[in-house]
């Protein structure tokens, strides 16, 4: 264990107002990303029925687009030279541009869309009247029997009230259509349940849930291509300045140190963006009272908090730019090409293994990605309202367990990192770089083996906590490592000033938001696979949300596969990648003693510079007086 030396040289850096305004703008800036990186998945799967591997293969690609394109922005952020500096010119006019493109994606039309034949429910058994030829009877074959389907009240249009809207329950839901079903060939009605159930669910999906073809299913798709890539580059065009500018805003390495992990703690905050997929059910029921049905009253839910939450995003995110200053001018004046800023990322050793090192930890992303789907399905059943507020009242139990594991999630991202410059202060980045990969590695995989060992049901007092201090280590080494991330890149800048004489800001971040969404596409097109793989996806995943509403259980819904895939997702998957992500970064080039002597001899330089400018300003002037 030892000490940094630290600078004597009288260091510039930033004002305390300069950084709380920095970091509300990054609050800003994450809920928006967090809207997109954990609600859109959600919103194209289970909203508007895009199957899982297109909009899976629309994140991927988007990412091989992202490759060239965040290298782009980060040449045209270093070759940026205003009254303002570099960074700071994007801070002050990309919200608003952010805050129009983070809505787009949401305005899409439905993959797929129910019909009236899709919203039935079974007749109790009892009730059954005998088999009569009529117009109205639906013909369906079902494992080799064919079945027929007769509406019970004579007529398969939804109920509606006097004023012509579909009539819903007191619990605010469609009254469905029952339904009573017969075998073909002898006009018996069914009575086994079990098997009733399962045919109407196939009848649902065959004859009551419509799939778009043709033109309209490539404009969907084509939409959600559009404006998804269309937001990454704008994102990107924020995202680079807000991290570059870190390393402009001070000389003092251990002020920077502690802007990043401020920084990485509020970036977590910004994780409340992750609620966007829980909370907008909420706003359902206002287009409910307009007559809609469930599947289109859902889209309008999160199409309106959509706008509302990015609203509110933007204008925290717009504080960054009003706030931050530039207080470390670039030495060189030479800007340079995209082909070159390629070699100079890719020639810098330290840089260039940090930077696989993040692609390799991609599938950590499944955890934010998958994170929502799970907690919507597993914990709440679909349905908040229903699952919290039970006809006893609050479900307190359930409210408490999810507490404890948020606590545990929670409090491993955003307050555990907050150590992390106090680690830097004591011990070799590169030994807590790659002690919190293997490390983090290990919590993420028990994660999997404790939900096959509590046989799928987690939902114990027991359970609960221990999986609050599984994610409370996994938490704790995600956040570490971004923080950590974000400090060896900003030593990488100095590294390249002080070899090569040029400071690649923006570049080097760039490389950052790089590993970030090419981060997420892999780890969507991972996710794809899985689902594509268990079937939850397209019309499978409108059947399980109409199972859900008739009283089925997530938990054991399809023999639990849907519920073992997800809790696989956020768990082996990261493992492996954490393992895999020491690799690059086990013989770091650039140990911190070496960065330390670096960055003195860049600040005596300025240092210099600065005071020969005044030197020469000050002699000019002199002359001016004489004359």
């Known amino acids: 264990m030892s000490k940094k030396p630290v600078s004597a040289t009288t260091l510039n850096t930033y004002t305390k107002k300069e950084l709380v305004g920095y970091l509300t703008g990054l609050a800003g800036q994450n809920i928006i990303y967090n809207i997109i990186g954990t609600g859109l998945a959600f919103y194209f799967q289970s909203v508007i029925f895009i199957p899982a591997m297109a909009y899976s293969l629309i994140f991927a690609l988007a990412r091989v687009w992202d490759a060239i394109n965040d290298p782009m922005m980060g040449t045209i952020v270093d070759k940026t030279r205003t009254k303002w500096g570099k960074c700071k010119p994007y801070l002050l006019f990309v ?116 799939k778009k073809t043709g033109v309209k299913a490539v404009l969907i798709v084509g939409w959600a291509a559009f404006s998804y890539v269309l937001w990454g580059m704008t994102y990107t065009i924020g995202d680079i300045p807000l991290w570059g500018v870190t390393s402009l805003m001070t000389e003092d390495q251990n002020d920077r140190a502690k802007v990043l992990t401020l920084a990485r703690a509020v970036a977590n905050v910004g994780m409340i963006g992750t609620l966007f997929t829980m909370i907008a059910p909420a706003f359902q029921g206002i287009y409910k009272g307009r007559g809609m049905d469930e599947a289109h009253s859902l889209r309008m839910a999160y199409i309106t908090l959509a706008v509302v939450m990015t609203v509110f995003a933007s204008i ?156 409370f280590m996994a938490g704790a080494s995600m956040g570490s490592l971004n923080v950590l991330q974000s400090v060896m890149i900003a030593d990488c800048v100095d590294y390249e000033e002080y070899t090569n004489g040029i400071r690649p800001d923006g570049v080097f971040f760039s490389g950052q938001s790089f590993i970030t969404k090419l981060s997420a596409g892999i780890a969507s097109l991972i996710s794809g696979g899985v689902y594509a793989l268990v079937k939850f996806s397209g019309k499978n995943v409108a059947l399980l949300n109409n199972a859900l509403v008739n009283g089925e259980d997530f938990k054991t819904y399809n023999g639990g596969k849907y519920a073992a895939a997800m809790f696989f997702l956020i768990s082996i998957p990261p493992a492996i990648g954490m393992v895999l992500a020491a690799i690059p970064t086990w013989k770091y080039a650039l140990p911190d003693d070496e960065h330390t002597r670096i960055l003195d001899e860049l600040n005596a330089k300025r240092n210099s510079a600065e005071n020969d400018a005044t030197v020469l300003q000050n002699a000019d002037g002199a002359t001016e007086s004489v004359d």
């Not at 009240?153 to 004023?163: M, N, P, R, Y």
Request: aromatic share 12%; charged share 20%; hydrophobic share 50%.
């Open 316 to 471: 925290l995110f717009q504080f960054a730019g009003l706030s931050v200053k530039e207080r470390v001018a670039p030495q060189n004046k030479k800007t340079y090409t995209i082909k070159e800023n390629f070699q100079i990322m890719f020639g810098n050793k330290p840089f260039r293994q940090i930077l696989i090192s993040g692609i390799l930890r991609s599938p950590i992303q499944l955890l934010a990605i998958v994170a929502m789907t799970l907690v919507m399905y597993y914990f709440f059943n679909n349905d908040i309202g229903k699952t919290l507020f039970t006809d006893a009242g609050l479900n307190v139990n359930l409210v408490l367990k999810i507490v404890i594991l948020v606590v545990g999630l929670f409090g491993g991202m955003i307050f555990f990192p907050l150590f992390v410059p106090k680690l830097i202060a004591k011990h070799e980045k590169k030994n807590l770089y790659n002690f919190f990969t293997l490390g983090g590695a290990v919590p993420f995989a028990l994660i999997f083996v404790f939900f096959l060992i509590s046989k799928g049901n987690v939902l114990t007092w027991g359970g609960m906590c221990v999986m609050s201090v599984l994610f």
């Open 95 to 210: 919200p608003v541009v952010i805050l129009v493109t983070t809505i787009l994606p949401f305005l899409n039309g439905m993959y797929a869309e129910p019909n009236e034949l899709h919203e039935v429910t079974l007749q109790d058994a009892k009730a059954y009247v005998a088999y009569s030829e009529s117009d109205l009877v639906k013909e369906l074959e079902y494992d080799g029997t064919k079945y027929l389907f007769v509406p019970a009240d004579g007529t398969w249009e939804l109920q509606k009230d006097a004023d012509g809207k579909t009539l819903m329950d007191e619990e605010g839901n469609i009254v469905k259509t029952k339904v009573m079903i017969y075998t073909a060939d002898d006009k018996a009605p069914v009575t086994d349940t079990a098997l009733a159930e399962t045919i109407l669910q196939e009848f649902q999906s065959e004859l009551g849930f419509v």
